[in-house]
């Protein structure tokens, strides 16, 4: 079982507000993302680490901001939530090497409402 | 052109017959890949990987890749009601950044 984890997985949230999502593992990988995936449609690269202090952009632009401080943790945060944020935010890590397995975290289902 | 493309489906078979799921890749990918399963409302998981041309097989499931031509498909022999999904194929992009990306996924039903 994967020990990849995140908080809250339920959050709705009022316009405006400024929100954090909680990602940490504690199997030691290097690398980490965030993936945006609204209902029945595909997974959205939003932005993904190769490890302490170093984050990148994905495919998908995104108004969120991330971090990563330590190895373990990298949250996603919005300044200013939108009804438009309101979509799934999966948070996934691997190892450092291609071809290695990425485990998934249970998901932060997000309304702005 | 997306690094990794799938059939977005959806993909209809009857229970016990082979689910064929198909992805073409880009050369902007590393030569290993990925399948994952996610059922409705839950995260992917991971079902298979592949590095090597050729076939690898693991019980009911047959990953397939063919570097010449540049795909990598799945099969699901007597596919069954559980196998009801959505398979995403991956890569690791290798040209510039390094990152995980993702096909836009096939919606697999199983009919009884």
């Known amino acids: 079982e994967a020990d990849i984890y995140q908080t809250p997985r339920y959050l709705v949230i009022g316009t405006g507000k400024k929100i954090t999502l909680e990602c940490s593992q504690t199997?030691?990988?290097?690398?980490m993302y965030w993936y945006q995936q609204d209902p029945g449609m595909e997974l959205h690269l939003i932005h993904y680490?190769?490890?302490?202090?170093?984050?990148e952009k994905g495919d998908l632009s995104s108004e969120s901001t991330v971090s990563r401080i330590r190895t373990e943790h990298f949250p996603l945060t919005l300044e200013s939530a939108r009804p438009s944020h309101t979509s799934q935010y999966l948070c996934?890590?691997?190892?450092?090497?291609?071809?290695?397995?990425?485990?998934f975290g249970q998901g932060t289902r997000l309304t702005v409402v | 052109q997306k690094e990794v493309e799938q059939n977005s489906g959806p993909l209809s078979v009857p229970e016990g017959a082979i689910a064929s799921l198909n992805c073409t890749y880009s050369?902007?990918?590393?030569?290993?890949f990925f399948w994952y399963r996610q059922y409705s409302g839950k995260s992917p998981e991971l079902i298979m990987s592949?590095?090597?041309?050729g076939d690898k097989e693991d019980g009911r499931f047959t990953a397939q890749l063919n570097k010449a031509s540049q795909y990598v498909s799945l099969l699901i022999r007597d596919s069954q009601p559980s196998d009801s999904a959505t398979y995403l194929c991956?890569?690791?992009?290798?040209?510039?950044?390094?990152?995980?990306?993702f096909g836009q996924g096939t919606r697999l039903t199983i009919n009884p």
């Open positions: 592949i590095y090597s041309n």
């Open positions: 050369d902007r990918v590393s030569q290993s």
């Open positions: 680490s190769y490890g302490v202090n170093s984050t």
């Open positions: 991956a890569a690791d992009v290798i040209q510039g950044a390094q990152k995980l990306v």
């Open positions: 199997m030691g990988h290097d690398k």
């Open positions: 996934a890590s691997s190892e450092y090497d291609w071809g290695t397995e990425a485990f």
